[in-house]
């Protein structure tokens, strides 16, 4: 492949990486409308989000080796079709069983898109992009799932007909992101085997892996409650029924996420994580303090700091995960991982909904809030823990030494 067509494949798929994540994320200020129209509450608002988990882990599960052996494009042309058939769901959406096959429909298409077109983009990079490559799939990935809510925000707050009109400029993104995939040669050597994804963590990996993964467990329980449920306390607790102001708010915990995973590459895993555990305990004290005095400033700057305290932790705790784990099991245990946080965004969230059934929006968000915080908590203090025990052991062996 020459060097320009490599640059041009580079680009390509980053655009098709970003067009698909933003349709993930597409719909999260337009809940309020489809609750005026179809009547339900914050609850059914929150299972119809949590769905779009159930699609991706289906996707990861069974779809996670197939790029491996039948090469990366057929994979990923396989996604667009999917995030077309969700864009194409939510235009005709009337009910909320549609709203349901829209979000699986869009989880697929994430599951089957994500870590595919990371791998593709990684093996398309120009020699001089190489070692920023992982950067650019974590920009591409993570600023598409952070412009989704800008965009439909934007358009809800400002345009005719949002529910329409949002679909069919996503309709058109895909589009383009499907001709990319076309363009594109192929990366991979094929060499992988059909079959399930495994799922399972060497026994020496164990210790560290369960501390990363709370702290992805607790990161993502953010984000989903971000992205499910921040648009209703905008206009619930705070009083502002802006579609814009409430995309921008959702949106800003990933544009936070996405610069702390790119600054955090700087930081060792361990301590980054413990880091991370930190900020985001301090972004749920936000939240319940912004929750509490109906603050938008404070809303906002939750949003903001759990976005850092989530891309830091997640990313770093991976990365202390990878470190230990034999190269032949990698792929596994980062499943495992990803399998962890993808739980997160689906059953805590429907958790919040039932909480602002019984107890009111405020009470149950705060409930939340604290809940998240004590496991972030929880995190940090497992890891100082074993920092500890790991330098008294290095002090006993000194001393007998």
Avoid at 298 to 311: K, N, R
Avoid at 346 to 355: L, N, R, T, Y
């Amino acid at each position: 492949m020459s060097l320009t067509r490599r640059d041009f494949a580079f680009a390509l798929l980053a655009y098709a990486l970003a067009a698909i994540m933003v349709g993930t994320t597409l719909p999260t200020p337009l809940y309020a409308l489809y609750s005026e129209r179809m009547h339900f509450s914050v609850l059914t608002t929150t299972v119809i989000y949590a769905t779009y988990a159930g699609g991706v882990l289906f996707a990861l599960l069974v779809f996670g080796r197939w790029s491996d052996a039948i090469g990366r494009r057929p994979v990923l042309l396989a996604g667009t079709v999917f995030a077309l058939a969700s864009a194409v769901v939510f235009l005709v959406a009337d009910s909320v069983p549609l709203l349901l096959v829209g979000r699986v429909l869009s989880g697929l298409s994430a599951g089957i898109f994500t870590g595919t077109a990371t791998a593709a983009i990684i093996e398309a990079a120009p020699p001089s992009w190489r070692t920023r490559a992982p950067a650019v799939a974590t920009i591409a990935n993570i600023g598409g799932l952070g412009s989704g809510p800008v965009l439909a925000g934007i358009l809800a707050q400002h345009a005719p007909s949002p529910l329409t009109l949002t679909f069919f400029v996503h309709i058109g993104m895909v589009v383009l992101a499907a001709i990319a995939v076309l363009l594109v040669p192929e990366t991979s050597s094929r060499t992988g085997k059909l079959g399930l994804q495994r799922l399972s963590v060497p026994p020496e990996v164990r210790p560290v892996f369960v501390i990363a993964a709370l702290a992805a467990f607790a990161g993502f329980t953010v984000t989903g409650l971000f992205t499910s449920v921040a648009p209703s306390m905008l206009t619930t607790i705070i009083g502002i029924g802006d579609h814009a102001l409430a995309g921008v708010i959702a949106g800003s915990i990933f544009g936070a996420s996405a610069v702390a995973q790119i600054f955090g590459t700087r930081i060792e895993p361990r301590r980054a994580v413990a880091i991370g555990c930190a900020i985001l305990t301090a972004g749920m004290g936000i939240l319940v303090v912004a929750l509490h005095y109906s603050s938008l400033a404070g809303l906002i700057a939750a949003a903001v700091v759990s976005g850092i305290g989530q891309g830091i932790s997640f990313s770093r705790g991976l990365a202390a995960v990878a470190e230990l784990t034999p190269a032949q099991r990698r792929a596994e245990v980062s499943s495992t991982y990803f399998v962890v946080a993808y739980i997160a965004i689906s059953i805590p969230v429907i958790g919040e909904g039932f909480a602002a059934q019984a107890w009111g929006l405020r009470t149950g968000g705060t409930v939340f809030a604290v809940a998240v915080g004590v496991l972030a908590l929880v995190c940090l203090g497992a890891i100082l823990w074993q920092e500890s025990r790991t330098k008294s052991g290095r002090s006993t062996y000194a001393d007998a030494g």
